[in-house]
């Protein structure tokens, strides 16, 4: 299971995991209107985020308090690189939520979720206004981080 590893990584970096509880996952989904897939519930009961550190390989992953659509956490970014143009570019972004961020946002990440449960739930790799689906799935963007993939910074 994806994501046994990825907490046997995190705990390998001695970072702390502080789970999400039931009651809360149950509350966000119920106000942003939204549907976990099976997989990222898991994520959140079981590691909830790198609790704002970054990890080895400067990859911080996100805890359920940090979980915001895109209209709530990059609309108004202008630092390096400037991320509120994403808003123009990316068609549907308030249906985005960033998960995770590499090297402080030099790239960040995030998944596509709907108020009914899908099988898919693209991953996107972000830069400023630019954009590129990488993963079908959230188990998908836990692979190629546990295999420390290149799609993971734009490349093929």
Known sequence: MQIQKLKGVWTSENISLKPATKRELFSFQKEQ???????????????????????????????????????????????????????????DYKSYFVLADYSFHMFSYAIRLNSLANKENEVLVLCGREYKKIASTFTEFIDLYLRESIKLQFDE
């Open 33 to 91: 209107n939204v549907s976990f897939p099976k997989v990222l519930l898991q994520y959140f009961e079981l590691l909830n985020g790198t609790n704002n550190q970054y990890d080895g390989r400067f990859f911080q992953f996100y805890s359920l308090t940090q979980f915001k659509s895109i209209d709530e956490e990059l609309k108004n970014w202008d630092g390096v690189p400037d991320y509120s143009g994403i808003v123009e570019t990316l068609r």
